[in-house]
């Protein structure tokens, strides 16, 4: 890996370069597009409406098809199963389109070293805790205190303020930590500038060296981020096996990984983005409710988010594999590659802010479905 | 290699595509019947509406409004939701548009407004005034959201009468023209990127209403 002709290298670096800018652009374009009203993404991809119209069709077909469903099993206790059948596919397809966290939850799988299973987990808990969500609001409001669908859509409304509240939070602390992070990676480099220009100059000398450089890099990173950062990173990763320590540069070992610490954050970040109901699952338990048929309809909102959860968790594992990639990449580029790597949770953090401003800005959006409800 | 990475890149960028709120437009449906009114003049007076809403969100309408009887819901006990819908309308111009020969026409507030309960399903009657009495060889009368939050659509049987016009006036009826699948794509990301306030967008799914007098 270490032996990499010079021009490919160099050719990997832009890649992952690029791919970092892209990334902070495409925060910057998303925070602008919602409160401004511009810059609509709809334009030139032709390619994604195709197979994504299809599914936007589909799940407003399954939508609306619950109603339906739900006063079908009134009568005929066997239509519960088509209900449910229904519910799952709508939650799939539903979860395809915006929102769910899906974002929020891939920046993040991006801006830290997760396992793959935590990933999984935490789409599951994200998903879950939305249709739990939904189903405490209506049981509390609706059934026990009869509450009108003005006073559900104010409920609804703070809880979200809140949920992208959290995630702003979230997502600074993030860029807080990573930014620092990135600032020391890059001040490591700068202290190294002889001994990299010396391993670019010899192909013989260049494994050795980058294993040096790399050795020394990912030590200074430990010692930056010790404080602050997410991982713990052990003395011994500096000992003088510096090809072992470059594997370990991007995060830790799996068993570090399940530490309680690294849950404790993780949950923090799903708990916020599922606190958000899908005011979907919102209506559909009302009407359920109407058709006294609350339990059905509770059926109907936890196999929806768990339809849900499955869509959540295909996209965080696009995500958490995406990462796995740049990391490889950047794993034969000493120096360049880690300062990269930063760069790109920088900007994984920055989107994490990015959407959770844009959510708050564009939550007066949903104040229209109570425009015939007061 | 190459590929490899290039299809990392592609994956995160595709990661982050879908970004923002949680649900798709529209979000309402409503189903639309409309009598277009004439003086004896033979003048277009106003549009009388009877918007049918769909289920779910008659449901969620009508959650803790009080009312007697199990199931049903009184003219009387609906009269302060069919207040506080007229009123939001408002802002929305009722969703309905007039041209007479290409002219913007317009409607003063709503009368003669109430709610009926169909179950499952909420029905709200109101009549929109034109502010003057007009006449015109080509009246067009749109009914549209121009975000697309609501979808409106004609009834299926007589979605549309002419009440007094000239026996010589001849009514058209123009089905919306159906979401693509790119339409679709759009619509999904409006939630995201909500259209700016002059864009017409919503206008190519506008129910039509034409009346030709010679």
Same mark, same amino acid.
């Given at each position: 890996m270490n032996a990499l002709p010079k021009r490919c290298s160099a050719y990997h670096v832009a890649l992952v370069g690029a791919l970092a800018i892209i990334i902070v652009i495409s925060a910057g374009a998303a925070a602008q597009a919602a409160p401004f009203g511009i810059a609509h993404p709809s334009g030139g991809s032709t390619f994604q409406s195709g197979p994504l119209g299809w599914i936007f069709a589909q799940q407003a077909a399954f939508y609306r098809s619950l109603s339906g469903m739900i006063r079908a099993s009134k009568d005929d206790r066997t239509a519960v199963w088509g209900l449910l059948g229904i519910s799952f596919l709508y939650g799939v397809?539903?979860?395809?389109?915006?929102?769910?966290?899906?974002?929020?939850?891939?920046?993040?799988?991006?801006?830290?070293?997760?396992?793959?299973?935590?990933?999984?987990?935490?789409?599951?808990?994200?998903?879950?805790?939305?249709?739990?969500?939904?189903?405490?609001?209506?049981?509390?409001?609706?059934?026990?205190?009869?509450?009108?669908?003005?006073?559900?859509?104010?409920?609804?409304?703070?809880?979200?303020?809140?949920?992208?509240?959290?995630?702003?939070?979230?997502?600074?602390?993030?860029?807080?930590?990573? &930014?620092?992070?990135?600032?020391?990676?890059?001040?490591?480099?700068?202290?190294?500038?002889?001994?990299?220009?010396?391993?670019?100059?010899?192909?013989?000398?260049?494994?050795?060296?980058?294993?040096?450089?790399?050795?020394?890099?990912?030590?200074?990173?430990?010692?930056?981020?010790?404080?602050?950062?997410?991982?713990?990173?052990?003395?011994?990763?500096?000992?003088?096996?510096?090809?072992?320590?470059?594997?370990?540069?991007?995060?830790?070992?799996?068993?570090?990984?399940?530490?309680?610490?690294?849950?404790?954050?993780?949950?923090?970040?799903?708990?916020?983005?599922?606190?958000?109901?899908?005011?979907?699952?919102?209506?559909?338990?009302?009407?359920?409710?109407?058709?006294?048929?609350?339990?059905?309809?509770?059926?109907?909102?936890?196999?929806? &988010?768990?339809?849900?959860?499955?869509?959540?968790?295909?996209?965080?594992?696009?995500?958490?594999?995406?990462?796995?990639?740049?990391?490889?990449?950047?794993?034969?580029?000493?120096?360049?590659?880690?300062?990269?790597?930063?760069?790109i949770e920088v900007g994984a953090s920055a989107l994490i802010v990015a959407f959770g401003a844009l959510l708050l800005a564009g939550y007066m959006s949903s104040e229209q479905l109570w425009m015939f409800t007061g | 290699m190459k590929r490899a990475r290039s299809r990392a890149c592609a994956i995160l960028l595709l990661s982050f595509s879908p970004i923002g709120r949680a649900d798709a437009h529209p979000h309402v449906w409503v189903t639309l019947r409309s009598e277009i009114l004439y003086s004896a003049e033979g003048a277009m007076t106003g549009v009388r509406h009877a918007w049918t809403f769909d289920d779910m969100f008659s449901a969620y309408a009508l959650q803790g409004m009080p009312h007697a009887k199990k199931g049903e819901y009184t003219r009387h006990e609906l009269a302060p939701l069919a207040q506080v819908n007229v009123e939001s309308l408002k802002e929305y111009a009722y969703f309905t548009f007039a041209r007479a020969d290409g002219r913007k026409l317009t409607f003063t507030d709503p009368v003669d407004y109430w709610l009926e309960y169909k179950n499952p399903a909420l029905v709200l009657h109101f009549t929109l005034p034109l502010r003057a009495p007009a006449s015109a060889k080509v009246m067009q009368i749109e009914v549209y959201d121009p975000s697309i939050f609501v979808d409106f659509e004609f009834a299926k049987e007589k979605p549309v009468l002419l009440s007094g016009a000239s026996p010589q006036c001849s009514l058209t009826v123009d089905l919306p023209h159906q979401p693509t699948p790119a339409d679709q794509l759009k619509l999904s990301q409006l939630d995201v990127t909500p259209l700016d306030a002059s864009s017409a967008y919503g206008e190519m799914f506008a129910n039509k209403m034409l009346v030709r007098c010679p």
């Amino acid at each position: 890996m270490n032996a990499l002709p010079k021009r490919c290298s160099a050719y990997h670096v832009a890649l992952v370069g690029a791919l970092a800018i892209i990334i902070v652009i495409s925060a910057g374009a998303a925070a602008q597009a919602a409160p401004f009203g511009i810059a609509h993404p709809s334009g030139g991809s032709t390619f994604q409406s195709g197979p994504l119209g299809w599914i936007f069709a589909q799940q407003a077909a399954f939508y609306r098809s619950l109603s339906g469903m739900i006063r079908a099993s009134k009568d005929d206790r066997t239509a519960v199963w088509g209900l449910l059948g229904i519910s799952f596919l709508y939650g799939v397809f539903h979860a395809v389109g915006p929102g769910h966290g899906k974002a929020v939850i891939s920046s993040y799988l991006v801006a830290n070293e997760q396992t793959w299973r935590r990933g999984i987990v935490l789409s599951f808990v994200a998903a879950g805790i939305q249709a739990v969500v939904a189903v405490i609001i209506v049981a509390v409001a609706a059934v026990v205190l009869g509450a009108t669908a003005r006073a559900i859509g104010s409920t609804v409304h703070v809880v979200e303020i809140v949920s992208y509240g959290l995630v702003i939070l979230i997502g600074a602390r993030l860029l807080f930590v990573k &930014g620092r992070s990135f600032i020391g990676a890059y001040r490591q480099r700068r202290r190294q500038p002889t001994s990299h220009a010396m391993s670019m100059s010899s192909r013989n000398a260049t494994g050795l060296l980058h294993r040096h450089v790399a050795g020394v890099l990912h030590c200074g990173h430990c010692r930056e981020d010790r404080p602050n950062h997410g991982f713990h990173c052990h003395d011994d990763h500096c000992h003088e096996d510096h090809a072992s320590a470059w594997s370990h540069a991007h995060g830790p070992e799996p068993a570090e990984l399940g530490g309680a610490g690294g849950w404790r954050r993780g949950l923090s970040a799903v708990i916020a983005v599922g606190l958000r109901p899908c005011s979907g699952a919102i209506i559909v338990l009302i009407f359920a409710l109407a058709q006294d048929m609350f339990w059905t309809g509770i059926g109907a909102t936890l196999v929806m &988010g768990l339809g849900t959860a499955i869509t959540v968790a295909a996209i965080a594992t696009l995500a958490w594999t995406a990462r796995q990639a740049a990391s490889r990449i950047a794993g034969a580029q000493a120096g360049i590659g880690l300062l990269a790597m930063r760069a790109i949770e920088v900007g994984a953090s920055a989107l994490i802010v990015a959407f959770g401003a844009l959510l708050l800005a564009g939550y007066m959006s949903s104040e229209q479905l109570w425009m015939f409800t007061g | 290699m190459k590929r490899a990475r290039s299809r990392a890149c592609a994956i995160l960028l595709l990661s982050f595509s879908p970004i923002g709120r949680a649900d798709a437009h529209p979000h309402v449906w409503v189903t639309l019947r409309s009598e277009i009114l004439y003086s004896a003049e033979g003048a277009m007076t106003g549009v009388r509406h009877a918007w049918t809403f769909d289920d779910m969100f008659s449901a969620y309408a009508l959650q803790g409004m009080p009312h007697a009887k199990k199931g049903e819901y009184t003219r009387h006990e609906l009269a302060p939701l069919a207040q506080v819908n007229v009123e939001s309308l408002k802002e929305y111009a009722y969703f309905t548009f007039a041209r007479a020969d290409g002219r913007k026409l317009t409607f003063t507030d709503p009368v003669d407004y109430w709610l009926e309960y169909k179950n499952p399903a909420l029905v709200l009657h109101f009549t929109l005034p034109l502010r003057a009495p007009a006449s015109a060889k080509v009246m067009q009368i749109e009914v549209y959201d121009p975000s697309i939050f609501v979808d409106f659509e004609f009834a299926k049987e007589k979605p549309v009468l002419l009440s007094g016009a000239s026996p010589q006036c001849s009514l058209t009826v123009d089905l919306p023209h159906q979401p693509t699948p790119a339409d679709q794509l759009k619509l999904s990301q409006l939630d995201v990127t909500p259209l700016d306030a002059s864009s017409a967008y919503g206008e190519m799914f506008a129910n039509k209403m034409l009346v030709r007098c010679p």
